[in-house]
C-alpha cells in the first residue's frame, strides 16, 4: 500500500480481555517496529522485525505483550490480560532495511488507539 | 546508549514570528541519523527530514530550516513566518545502533508548538 496501515484505528475493551493490533507495513519494506505514545509521553521502542525475525523485543514492558510478522509482511501485536496502564496509542512503522540510506528513513502509520477500561 | 534531548516542552509564539525548536543527542556511533517529525492534533507523525552524521551543511525547505552541528551535538529546527497549521508536536529522533541487531530510533519527549492568530 502506499503507507503503513494499521487496524483497528480505536479500540475500548475491559480489563483482563485480550487485544490484537494490526499493522500492514510499506509494501516491500523489511524492517518493521512498533513504538507506544501514552498521553502526554514521548514515543516508547517496543519491538523490532527484520523480516520475520525480532532481534530486538527490548522494549516490551511484560510478558503480557508479544508480536508476530508473517510472510515478511502484517504484524500483529497482542496484549494478553490488558491492563489500564496499557491504555495508550500503538504505533507501527516500516523502512526499507537497515543498511543502505534511503532505508533508514522510518515511516509511521496512524496508530492504534487502546482504551482499557 | 542513545538519548535525544528536547529540553522545550511548550512554544507558543503569535503567528509570522520565527521560531527555533532544540535538539541535543548523544550516541557513541560514529555514523548515525537524525531525523525531525511532526505529530498534529491527529495523531500521525510525519516525517519532515533525515540528516546523516557526515553531512553537516544546513537545509532551507520554504520556511523549514535545520541547524546540524556536531561539535554541540545539536540539530535545531526553526519555523519562519510560523502559520497556525504549523501547530503540533515535534519531535526530533535519532536512529543509530543499539544492539541486537537493531537500528531503533531514539525520540526526545516533543515539543509543542501553538501558533497563535
Known amino acids: 500500500g502506499a503507507g503503513v496501515s494499521q487496524s483497528p484505528s480505536n479500540k475500548v475493551t475491559e480489563k483482563g480481555k485480550d487485544v490484537e493490533l494490526r499493522c500492514d507495513p510499506i509494501s516491500g519494506h523489511t524492517a518493521l517496529y512498533w513504538y507506544r505514545q501514552s498521553l502526554g509521553q514521548g514515543l516508547e521502542f517496543l519491538i523490532y522485525f527484520q523480516g520475520n525475525s525480532a532481534p530486538d523485543k527490548s522494549g516490551l514492558p511484560s510478558d503480557r505483550f508479544s508480536a508476530e510478522r508473517t510472510g515478511g509482511s502484517v504484524s500483529t501485536l497482542t496484549i494478553q490480560r490488558t491492563q489500564q496502564e496499557d491504555s495508550a496509542v500503538y504505533l507501527c512503522a516500516s523502512s526499507l532495511g537497515q543498511g543502505t540510506p534511503s532505508g533508514n528513513t522510518i515511516y509511521f502509520g496512524e496508530g492504534s488507539w487502546l482504551t482499557v477500561v | 546508549a542513545q538519548k535525544v534531548t528536547q529540553a522545550q516542552t511548550e512554544i507558543s509564539v503569535v503567528e509570522k514570528e520565527d521560531v527555533t525548536l532544540d535538539c541535543v543527542y548523544e550516541?557513541?556511533?560514529?555514523?548515525?541519523?537524525l531525523f525531525w517529525y511532526k505529530q498534529p492534533p491527529s495523531g500521525e507523525l510525519v516525517f519532515l527530514i533525515r540528516r546523516n552524521s557526515f553531512d553537516e551543511q544546513n537545509e532551507i525547505s520554504g520556511r523549514y530550516s535545520w541547524n546540524f552541528q556536531k561539535s554541540t551535538s545539536s540539530f535545531n529546527f526553526t519555523i519562519t513566518a510560523s502559520q497556525v497549521v504549523d501547530s503540533a508536536v515535534y519531535f526530533c529522533?535519532?536512529?543509530?545502533?543499539?544492539?541486537?541487531?537493531?537500528?531503533?530510533?531514539?525520540f526526545g519527549k516533543g515539543t509543542k508548538l501553538s501558533v497563535i492568530p
Open positions: 550516541t557513541r556511533d560514529t555514523t548515525y541519523y
Open positions: 529522533a535519532l536512529r543509530a545502533y543499539s544492539g541486537a541487531g537493531s537500528y531503533q530510533l531514539t
